[in-house]
């Protein structure tokens, strides 16, 4: 049988959309690929996106950082190469607005995206920060609540052939009032969840990993993202305070 | 915040007079000292410096906002000078009501991003503040470029630079929207004007610290890191604008063994717990050096409250990797997601999410690395425990 080929992650531009930990959502792929004894290697992108890669991963970043992002995943051929070549990617918050058709920027005026995915991002009044829980849309994730931490100033609107990734149960979401988070479009997944958002959800990242090596993968446990997801999708009470005469 | 005064007695007072804090300032040449990472200590190392010659008020329980800056005032009133540390979100208005003589900059990075607003809003009202008091002297980190496009707005300027082998993580320029790589040698942005200026005072990774007029000093301290090594550079360099011959601020500065509970060792009996604080990121790093230069077991205990920043994905931007093949403890209220972070790091652990007595758990040399709240609530038990532990010592000799 022949060797598998690394599988090959692009974690594009950490220098700048790396404010919130995203980077770490090439970590937990690299990682299910290796404890699942396939290699897998990270890729660090500042540069022009190569179009090798299997996987993409953008996270998220300030608005200035954003515009710089953007004009440099537009160089040719780019992200849009590689997603016309059935590429994977994720694409968290400002990861996700650069994709789409356009985005607002720091200075109030809209700048283009890739045009990749169908969406447009405007800036919201408040700011959505908090706890997010929502019902994964994608048949594949049924069962399994997505949960995550928003923190975004953008309000993004799907058009008519973006697909939401998930409905909002508690949160804001894409923010648009549709009660939607997130977005996925072919092998394209755009969500507002940080965590990272893969490290929260494994069915998330096997189903990101499934689609870049092109067969099912055997089921992994890692027990400390099963308590996590306990913890984080428990309902709300008061936690007992600390004994204080503890010494 | 039983003390008289205090963060709630300054709350209060200026609330009844909110030309106070300007008043109080007249009369005492202040310096105030911000950044993301080391202003506390810095603080405490600057206010031991100048305390060679004058009696400074400074707010060294770490309140750091505009309240905390007048009860730091009014709880010495015999102080004639002041040396306040100050978040960086209120320095611009501590800047117009104070008038310092002196503003020290530290460094300039994301600290909690849903704590605080964007880092180039917060570093452009700084260089506003700057610009508009002529009076006051920077003294400012040459190797940060937010720090230094700040600085430039005021009228005199003290550059420090820290080691070569520092870089910053690359930003984008705050005049022009350029980016600027990190690099080896001097720094400059590719679209605009904004370079690495030429440094007064300059510190290398070991200690070497070389000022004006061909000073040379081994800065030698009792506190731990690089991190101490170049925030005492800040302090020596501040306090010589101020007066103090720079001899005697070093000699001042190493004596310091511990800054508000951080680095302090608490003893047990099988042992000891030392405490450690990080805030963010770059913190984390170097927190993780200081850990590494020792053989000890370590508690890494993470909180999420307001004060630390509600959501712990930071946790993947610090390289915990670093720790495999050490005794490793996950604590804290997000010990779970510090669990993800520490699996997936391929870090051996154990969940306790009680700090305490996770260090108990390991026995022997314990550092306790915290986060904010977390640091707190340690430092408070343990410092309780070592009080009561003096007034009536256990017969069993347990505590």
């Not at chain 1, 809209?110 to 994608?138: I, K, M, N, S, Y």
């Not at chain 1, 306990?230 to 709300?236: S, T, V």
């Not at chain 2, 004058?54 to 309240?67: I, V, Y």
Request: a neutral charge.
């Amino acid at each position: 049988m022949p060797t598998e080929s690394a599988v090959r992650i692009a974690s594009v531009s950490p220098d700048l959309l790396g404010t919130y930990g995203d980077k770490g959502n090439a970590e937990v792929l690299r990682q299910r690929l290796r404890w699942r004894g396939r290699t897998a290697e990270i890729v660090t992108v500042t540069g022009a996106v190569p179009t090798g890669c299997d996987i993409y991963v953008l996270g998220g970043g300030e608005d200035s950082a954003q515009v710089l992002a953007a004009q440099r995943a537009a160089r040719p051929p780019g992200l849009r190469g590689a997603v016309e070549r059935g590429a994977v990617v994720l694409a968290v918050c400002a990861g996700l607005q650069i994709l789409g058709e356009r985005f607002a920027g720091p200075d109030g005026h809209d700048h283009a995206g890739l045009g990749v995915l169908d969406l447009t991002t405007t800036r919201r009044v408040r700011r959505a920060v908090g706890e997010v829980v929502a019902t994964p849309l994608v048949p594949e994730l049924a069962g399994t609540p997505l949960t995550g931490f928003e923190n975004h100033g953008g309000a993004t609107r799907l058009g008519p052939t973006a697909r939401p990734l998930a409905r909002v149960e508690s949160g804001v979401g894409n923010g648009c009032g549709q009660g939607t988070e997130g977005v996925v479009a072919g092998r394209v997944v755009g969500t507002y969840l940080h965590g990272p958002v893969l490290a929260r959800n494994p069915a998330l990242a096997d189903l990101l990993l499934e689609w870049a090596v092109g067969e099912p993968l055997p089921p992994l446990q890692v027990p400390a993202v099963e308590q996590l997801r306990e913890r984080r999708l428990r309902p709300r009470r008061r936690l007992p305070r600390l004994n204080r005469s503890t010494p | 915040m039983g003390r008289p005064g205090g963060v709630l007695g300054g709350r209060v007072a200026l609330a009844l007079d909110p030309g106070l804090l300007a008043e109080l300032a007249t009369s005492r040449p202040v310096a105030l000292v911000s950044g993301t990472n080391g202003k506390s200590t810095t603080t405490a190392m600057l206010a031991a410096a100048v305390a060679v010659r004058s009696r400074p008020a400074w707010n060294r329980t770490g309140a750091n906002m505009a309240d905390g800056a007048l009860a730091a005032l009014l709880d010495h009133p015999d102080a004639d000078s002041a040396v306040l540390e100050i978040d960086e979100g209120y320095l611009p208005g501590v800047i117009a009501q104070t008038r310092p003589a002196y503003v020290v900059l530290l460094n300039m990075s994301r600290d909690q991003l849903d704590r605080v607003g964007e880092v180039h809003s917060v570093v452009r009202r700084i260089r506003t503040a700057l610009a508009a008091s002529p009076r006051t002297t920077v003294i400012a980190n040459a190797g940060d470029p937010l720090v230094v496009a700040a600085a430039q707005a005021a009228e005199h300027r003290i550059w420090v630079a820290p080691p070569r082998t520092w870089r910053h993580d690359g930003v984008t320029c705050l005049l022009c929207g350029g980016h600027i790589d990190p690099v080896a040698t001097t720094w400059g942005c590719a679209e605009c004007a904004l370079r690495e200026p030429s440094a007064t005072w300059t510190v290398t990774e070991d200690g070497q610290l070389l000022g004006p007029d061909g000073y040379r000093r081994t800065l030698e301290l009792r506190l731990p890191g690089a991190a101490n090594l170049v925030n005492a550079s800040f302090a020596v360099a501040a306090a010589t604008a101020y007066g103090v011959a720079p001899d005697r601020a070093v000699d001042a500065v190493a004596g310091l063994d511990e800054i508000a509970g951080r680095y302090r060792s608490f003893p047990r009996p099988d042992g000891e717990t030392r405490l450690l604080l990080a805030k963010n990121p770059a913190g984390w790093s170097e927190t993780l050096a200081v850990i590494e230069a020792s053989p000890s077991a370590v508690v890494i205990a993470v909180n999420s409250r307001e004060a630390d920043g509600r959501d712990p994905s930071w946790l993947w931007d610090v390289p915990f990797e670093r720790l495999r093949g050490r005794r490793v403890m996950a604590s804290g209220d997000r010990a779970a997601d510090l669990a993800v972070r520490l699996a997936y790091a391929e870090v051996d652990h154990e969940v306790e999410p009680d700090p305490v007595m996770a260090a108990r758990m390991l026995g022997g040399r314990v550092d306790v690395a915290a986060d904010y709240t977390a640091f707190l609530g340690v430092r408070a038990r343990l410092a309780r425990a070592a009080a009561e532990d003096r007034t009536s010592p256990r017969a069993d000799g347990t505590g």
